[in-house]
């Protein structure tokens, strides 16, 4: 099904390696049970932040703990929910559309319940406060890599799936073999922004304030926060700083070995003449020669080929595979509609608290809906004129991408809201204001979705269609109209409706920005919300998420879905 590296002779082994091993392994264990502590630590709800810079290491594994809990629920949701999705006709109806409502709720929409509960279910830990920063972050990554991975699966060629069911492939067998090799790239790109995703709010997860209620969690995002409000620059350049080390770590040592794995999978027969990986790195040399390491990964690959060698259940058995079937999905289809009936029961008490308001807020409210909806329309616009030559450019150059990826990863993984107020005395130092100054401040967390989904979507470019491009002597306007954007166009509408709806989410921070101890904010739907949160006012912070909910999965639904069915039935290769 996939084309995968050829297997190297083993490397004179090294003690140095294994020493290596252990210390990762060691560092692991060490900072996992650092942060068990901090989870069963008793219940503190606004924690004391320290800016000394010797407390940035154990701040930034807080941090980094959080962010890969909740990626690898992401992971597990994104997988599971959009497969179901896809396989299931029934259940799509809903799925999507819930995917389109929840992907629209901004941040401050989920905070004051969900903290509330959780802090309620577990009064004497932290945990509850754990668990909702987990949440939360999870809530920045997780629709991206569900409507990505959902795409991918629908682009797996039909011949394909003729060959799994050709040799009655378990689902499990499917995945592996047809559909993670067929949706790596996309998948891995999308990981790394959404991760960034997740990041572009720490800000606000770790420390936020909801009414006269102050929850902070020790990480890089309280200390950041803490950092302006007491308007200590030395210690905001030493939370940049330990962020920076943070996002280099991660991409060196997790994404740019993903990106290199995930080029190895390509449907196309010539797939090694254009695929560049950039050879192996000094850390996979290092781990080829310990013992130790290589004993790790063949027992993974034992369990894997144990995995996949597994058939259906013999007919001996009581539940037969049609039954078996049958039960998973009225399982399915009970949580589906549980989870209808506890929406339904939110949207009626959201209903309830916005009966207080009167014909002045909701006149202020469409004011700044209309404010907000031009800012993001003018975010996006900007977005795409770059991002998506940039994109292709790197898509179709993987030598290039190399070279840049430390770079682009870096800047699309920095949480930008924590240079806000920099960014900001500089727009005001130039002339401008807020009104203005948050569109490039909205483009700092939404032009990097367009931007990686382009770049996959170049990558996966068949050398076929490349090469018949190339015999035709394509240039100018022709080549764009012609070959390039109808060879992207579904990554890129994917990319545009995931960056929509984070712009839209970004607008609470763009126009509603903490400067020390004062507060810059703008005429803005986000800032409406975002003062409302700080207030504590619940009935306006409701009507501000609903609208913003109702505006982008009306965009959603009658803009961008049709533009996807048109790029899915034709630009779709095979």
């Known amino acids: 099904m996939a084309r995968t590296a ?17 210390a990762l392994f060691g560092s692991v264990l060490l900072g996992a049970l650092h942060v068990e502590q901090e989870w069963r630590a008793p219940l503190r709800a ?3 932040i320290d800016l000394s810079p010797s407390v940035l290491p154990l701040y930034a594994l807080y941090s980094l703990a959080r962010s890969w809990i909740a990626y690898g629920l992401s992971l597990i949701f994104t997988i599971l929910v959009a497969s179901w999705a896809y396989y299931d006709t029934r259940a799509r109806r809903i799925i999507l559309p819930a995917l389109d409502v929840l992907q629209s709720i901004p941040v401050l929409g989920f905070l004051p319940g969900l903290v509330l509960a959780l802090v309620k279910l577990f009064p004497h830990s932290n945990t509850g406060l754990e668990l909702a920063c987990v949440i939360m972050i999870l809530t920045g990554q997780v629709w991206n890599m569900a409507f990505s991975y959902y795409d991918s699966l629908q682009g ?4 394909h799936r003729n060959l799994a069911r050709l040799y009655d492939f378990s689902p499990w067998q499917r995945f592996w073999r047809v559909e993670l090799p067929f949706g790596a790239q996309s998948l891995v790109y999308n990981s790394m922004v959404s991760m960034a995703g997740g990041w572009f709010f720490l800000s606000i997860t770790e420390a936020f304030r ?3 209620q102050d929850f902070r969690l020790p990480g890089i995002g309280s200390y950041m926060s803490e950092a302006v409000a007491r308007g200590d620059v030395t210690a905001q350049l030493s939370g940049v700083a330990a962020m920076g080390v943070v996002i280099i770590t991660v991409d060196r040592l997790v994404w740019w070995p993903l990106v290199r794995w995930a080029r190895k999978f390509n449907l196309d027969d010539f797939a090694g003449s254009s695929l560049d990986t950039g050879g192996p790195s000094r850390l996979s040399l290092w781990l080829e020669r310990s013992a130790a390491w290589r004993r790790i990964t063949l027992t993974g690959a034992k369990i894997t080929d144990a995995l996949l060698r597994r058939r259906h259940a013999p007919h001996s058995v009581l539940i037969t595979p049609q039954k078996h079937t049958s039960i998973n999905t009225r399982l399915g289809h009970g949580a589906l509609g549980g989870l209808i009936l506890v929406a339904t029961y939110a949207l009626f008490r959201l209903g309830l608290l916005m009966t207080r308001l009167n014909a002045a807020d909701w006149h202020d409210i469409a004011l700044a809906t209309g404010c907000t909806s031009l800012r993001v329309f003018c975010a996006l616009a900007f977005s795409v004129l770059w991002t998506v030559p940039a994109g292709v450019w790197l898509g179709l150059h993987p030598s290039l991408s190399n070279r840049l990826q430390p770079l682009i990863q870096f800047a699309a993984s920095f949480p930008a809201p924590m240079v806000y107020p920099w960014i900001l005395a500089l727009v005001i130092a130039v002339g401008g204001t807020l009104t203005w100054g948050a569109i490039p401040l909205i483009m700092l967390g939404t032009q990097w979705y367009i931007l990686f989904n382009v770049a996959s979507a170049a990558s996966a470019i068949p050398n076929d269609i490349r090469s018949c491009a190339a015999l035709m002597n394509l240039s100018g306007v022709r080549r764009w109209t012609r070959y390039l ?7 890129l509408v994917t990319g545009c409706i995931t960056a929509a709806g984070g712009a839209w989410n970004a607008t609470i921070v763009s126009e509603y920005i903490h400067s020390g101890t004062d507060i810059v904010r703008t005429t803005g739907l986000g800032a409406y919300i975002s003062h409302a949160t700080d207030a504590g006012d619940y009935p306006q912070l409701a009507a501000g998420v609903i609208v913003m909910a109702v505006i982008v999965v009306l965009i959603n639904r009658f803009v961008w879905k049709k533009l996807q069915t048109l790029a899915n039935e034709r630009c779709r290769f095979g």
Do not use: F
């Open 210 to 212: 909801l009414g006269d």
């Open 156 to 159: 797996v060629p039909a011949e």
């Open 485 to 491: 954007l109808p060879a992207i166009a579904p990554g």
């Open 46 to 48: 606004s924690a004391p």
């Open 6 to 22: 050829t297997t190297t002779a083993p490397r004179h082994q090294s003690l140095w390696s294994d020493l290596l091993v252990i």
